[in-house]
């Protein structure tokens, strides 16, 4: 009798635990370092799956700011490259 109820008392034990580790094997990593999300992370990037220039819901915050400081840059050097063919095709 006691061993039934021990066994009743770790059955939601046990299923806790399950959803635990299932819920952890769901948790996305980061597609630059590979470092899982934080719950916080986590949650954000599941509420908007869209990117953008600044949003990158697949990257953590370091790896996303990093993601957007190139963007930044290679926009700079678009415009820097593109500066002096308008300014030829301005002379005409």
């Known amino acids: 009798m006691k061993a039934q109820q021990e066994e009743h008392q770790e059955q939601p ?5 399950q959803k635990r580790a299932e819920r952890e094997a769901a948790r ?8 899982k999300f934080d719950n916080d992370r986590w949650s954000n990037a599941a509420a908007s799956r869209e990117s ?3 949003w990158h819901p ?22 820097e490259a593109a500066a002096p063919a308008t300014a030829e095709n301005a002379r005409g």
Do not use: K, W
């Open 13 to 17: 034990r046990r299923a806790g635990e």
């Open 28 to 35: 996305p990593v980061c597609a630059g370092c590979g470092t």
């Open 52 to 54: 953008g220039h600044r």
């Open 58 to 79: 697949t990257l953590r915050e370091t790896c996303e700011e990093r993601a957007v400081a190139a963007a930044d840059q290679a926009e700079r050097d678009r415009s």
